[in-house]
């Protein structure tokens, strides 16, 4: 089926164009394709009345032109493919009058959808107040009206959606402390309000997640109905919306999440955000890092803005609210460090399924002599802010059933920086350099890491393999391959290592510890290099005193010709 798209342009008449869909019809509203040639003070109500399929009606003053933009583009999943984003409306505080531009729906029975890029662009006074109206449907008699909007509660502002229907005004929304649904950084979201008449339900979604389902008696009924872009005209409210909004998109159809419009930097085609079966089951407390951020997963576009947010929103939530990213399978490129502090799991679809890679040859990771990692986990503001690492409360970090690759020519890379502080694991994860090269596979190089467990790990290539530094608060390994280390396998600086199942495929140093501070455990250890265990003596005598050194050995197999453990003064 083929439907007509409608389309506004300021100060043009709207025109239609053919475009392949799902079998619904669907009207978009997107904002100029030139903003860059009109002034900046320039309002639409300026440009005169505009014919919106064959009604004129004039856009209120206080709403402007801006190329403030999301994303270069917009991706329509049920056309499979993304159109050029140029233009958005600004919403400014000046005036105290409903600013709105007003769209007359005729004949609208049945199931919906309305959707739309949003930015608030000030932070909200305390508790109270009323809703602000962002894009709201109106019956002609205004016995119902369902909406997007951000609403006052618990002494927060949310996202979220209204429904007037039956008599009753319900809020719609997931009000969770320290949620993702708080209006609290100045960053785009996509709102979505659905009507599935069938079901009898009205379900809101913020950024393709669910935020509530309503049940209703009797399906909405939106006869000769107005949709409202921005206020309603008798909004009695001392506030108004203060922001932008981009893409508006009005369908006849109950779309679900993965069918709705997103903004992205790339040009897409043939995608689908479409969630996949995986190792988790739906509905169980994750975030999908393709669904809900965008990101792609094919190795051939850079999803390193799809994991920075990822990580931003999720970060630092206490465990009531979701904190699990689970990243399908397919191969992520990851060109820049990308970080979170604490209180947050990464979840992969399995070792060999899902990868996340540096391209080849990027820039920032080709100098030796100035690491940086991929993926800093634990590190985050303390980092930025004190260059120093982190703090000692990077509490509750995970990551689970994936593979980190650097590629190939990145001789500055380590893979994985990872710090966590009272609980926290490395589990089935596999670390690997297309070509050998890199400064360190696993990084334990901030003050205090620990308690953390490291299990069912391999790292392959890198000058070393794992380092650990400080002397606090131990870290346990258990069946963990190393292999084709240049320098040594693990470097240690005095922590409390207990190892078990340790395998070193290489003709390195399997360990080497540079703190008399320090404490190691082995039991089934198998190394088949010439030199496995090297402790350098700083003190000259290690049976002198109060720092001493603990080796406790339980079934350590060499298969290497010379004596397991070796004192030295100087590096071997």
Known sequence: MRVSVLTMYVALIAVTAPMPSHGQDSAYWRFPGQVNRVPDDEVLASTGAIRLNGVPYAPARSIRLSDEVPHPFVYDPTAKRSRPLHGVLAFDPTGDVPRHIAVPLKDLEG????????????????????????????????????????????????????????????????E??????????????????????QARTVTTYLDYALLQTLPIDEPLRLDDATMYIGDVPDNRSDRRF????????????SLTPWMLLRATPHDLQDVSFKPRPGLLPAGSGYVDVRLRYGAVGDGRHDDTHAFGRAFAE?????????????????????SKPVSWTRFMSVQGAGRDRTVLRLPDRTPGFDDAAKPDALLYAGWGTWRERTGKGSSGDAIGNCLFDLTIDTGRGNPGAVALSFHS?????????????????????????????????????????????????????????????????????ISNDGNILSIRRLRSLNSVPVIRNENARMSMIFATSAYTNDHQIYFHDTQGDDTQGDETRHLHNHQIDSKGPRRQVHLYTSQP
């Open 242 to 253: 203060v922001g932008h909004i981009a893409d508006v998109r009005f369908t006849r159809a």
């Open 421 to 489: 502080n009272n609980h926290g694991s490395i589990e089935n994860i596999a670390i690997r350099s297309g070509d050998g090269a890199g400064s360190r596979g696993l990084d334990f190089s901030t003050n205090w890491p620990g308690p953390t467990l490291i299990k069912n790990v391999s790292i392959d290539g890198f000058d070393t393999g794992i380092f650990v530094r400080a002397a606090e608060y131990s870290l346990v390994f258990e069946d963990i391959t190393l292999q084709h280390q240049r320098q040594i396998a």
């Open 314 to 334: 999720l970060q630092n939530r206490v465990p009531i609210e979701y904190h699990t990213l689970y990243i399908p399978e397919g191969t992520y490129l990851i």
């Open 176 to 197: 969770r402390y320290q949620g993702t649904a708080h209006v609290r950084h100045p960053v785009w979201r996509h709102l979505a309000l659905v009507h599935d008449a």
């Open 111 to 174: 199931s919906f959808t309305i959707e739309m890029l949003v930015h608030n662009d000030e932070r909200l006074p305390g508790p109270g107040g009323r809703s602000l109206p962002l894009l709201t449907i109106r019956s002609a008699d205004r016995s119902t009206e369902a909406g997007l909007a951000i609403y006052p509660a618990h002494g927060y502002h949310w996202w979220g959606g209204v429904l007037r229907h039956e008599g009753q005004e319900r809020r719609m929304g997931r």
